[in-house]
């Protein structure tokens, strides 16, 4: 099942490559033909993904993207707000292009995502917590709350990740990335946010229809991710893993951002 997540296409995709096991070893590597993989030494043993080290990694890039946000939320100053709002933006999205069609899982060029996106984050916030004061910590405590509990929701199989609720849910998801897309650029060009995002009834319905989506995209990573450890992937797939739940993070933070501040408007 392919995800709108690149990165999420790239571990199920190493997921279903064929395995073998080193005799004497009950170790799966990958097929010798095929490339194999670098991290498998002469004895036989993989260095393999594991959920405590997504985790790990996962804190990592939440961490440095949190760091990064702070220190630019106190040392831009408002003369250059813009500026480095649209420079980290798109540089961010550029990054985040590479890493997904790449395949890259160098953990530098990761973490470096997550500082850029963590600058961005950071004067969209230092904005709008000037205009809402307060609304970022409210939009951070809605972001990690729905976070947790659609982790507790898979965990304990409350919500599934079936073949037709995974197809629901990844079509919505590519259908949203369009639709943003396209409004941003419209917003671009004639200098209006337009009715999706100008805090009116029908902005306030897509934002709560791209939380809702958002939400449910965390199931679809947490699937696969689940779907890599099984099969015994490279470590390495761990950065991916760790990844794609940080994008997801980052929308769900921005949409609650948004939400929360057309419910504060004089």
């Given at each position: 099942?392919?995800?709108?997540?690149?990165?999420?296409?790239?571990?199920?995709?190493?997921?279903?490559?064929?395995?073998?096991?080193?005799?004497?070893?009950?170790?799966?590597?990958?097929?010798?033909?095929?490339?194999?993989?670098?991290?498998?030494?002469?004895?036989?043993?993989?260095?393999?993904?594991?959920?405590?080290?997504?985790?790990?990694?996962?804190?990592?890039?939440?961490?440095?993207?949190?760091?990064?946000?702070?220190?630019?939320?106190?040392?831009?100053?408002?003369?250059?707000?813009?500026?480095?709002?649209?420079?980290?933006?798109?540089?961010?999205?550029?990054?985040?292009?590479?890493?997904?069609?790449?395949?890259?899982?160098?953990?530098?060029?990761?973490?470096?995502?997550?500082?850029?996106?963590?600058?961005?984050?950071?004067?969209?916030?230092?904005?709008?917590?000037?205009?809402?004061?307060?609304?970022?910590?409210?939009?951070?405590?809605?972001?990690?709350?729905?976070?947790?509990?659609?982790?507790?929701?898979?965990k304990f199989k409350v919500v599934r990740a079936t073949?037709?609720?995974?197809?629901?849910?990844?079509?919505?998801?590519?259908?949203?990335?369009?639709?943003?897309?396209?409004?941003?650029?419209?917003?671009?060009?004639?200098?209006?946010?337009?009715?999706?995002?100008?805090?009116?009834?029908?902005?306030?319905?897509?934002?709560?229809?791209?939380?809702?989506?958002?939400?449910?995209?965390?199931?679809?990573?947490?699937?696969?991710?689940?779907?890599?450890?099984?099969?015994?992937?490279?470590?390495?797939?761990?950065?991916?893993?760790?990844?794609?739940?940080?994008?997801?993070?980052?929308?769900?933070?921005?949409?609650?951002?948004?939400?929360?501040?057309?419910?504060?408007?004089?």
């Amino acid at each position: 099942m392919k995800s709108s997540n690149p990165v999420l296409n790239r571990i199920s995709a190493a997921a279903q490559q064929p395995r073998y096991t080193v005799p004497g070893q009950g170790v799966p590597v990958g097929h010798p033909a095929g490339g194999g993989y670098p991290e498998v030494v002469q004895s036989g043993h993989v260095d393999r993904m594991t959920i405590d080290d997504v985790v790990v990694k996962t804190v990592t890039l939440i961490a440095l993207t949190a760091f990064s946000a702070a220190v630019a939320a106190f040392v831009v100053p408002w003369s250059v707000l813009s500026p480095v709002w649209y420079t980290s933006m798109f540089v961010g999205v550029a990054i985040g292009l590479v890493i997904s069609f790449a395949q890259v899982t160098n953990p530098v060029v990761i973490c470096s995502y997550a500082v850029v996106e963590g600058v961005f984050l950071g004067v969209v916030s230092k904005l709008f917590n000037r205009i809402f004061d307060g609304i970022v910590v409210q939009a951070v405590i809605a972001t990690l709350a729905v976070f947790l509990i659609m982790a507790a929701l898979y965990k304990f199989k409350v919500v599934r990740a079936t073949p037709m609720f995974m197809k629901v849910v990844i079509g919505a998801a590519a259908g949203l990335g369009v639709i943003i897309v396209v409004n941003f650029v419209l917003s671009m060009i004639t200098g209006s946010a337009g009715p999706l995002r100008d805090g009116g009834v029908v902005a306030i319905g897509f934002s709560l229809i791209c939380i809702v989506v958002a939400a449910l995209m965390f199931v679809v990573n947490f699937k696969q991710i689940e779907d890599g450890i099984a099969a015994g992937l490279p470590r390495k797939y761990g950065w991916l893993g760790a990844f794609g739940i940080l994008v997801e993070l980052i929308w769900l933070y921005l949409e609650f951002l948004r939400l929360i501040s057309y419910f504060s408007e004089d």
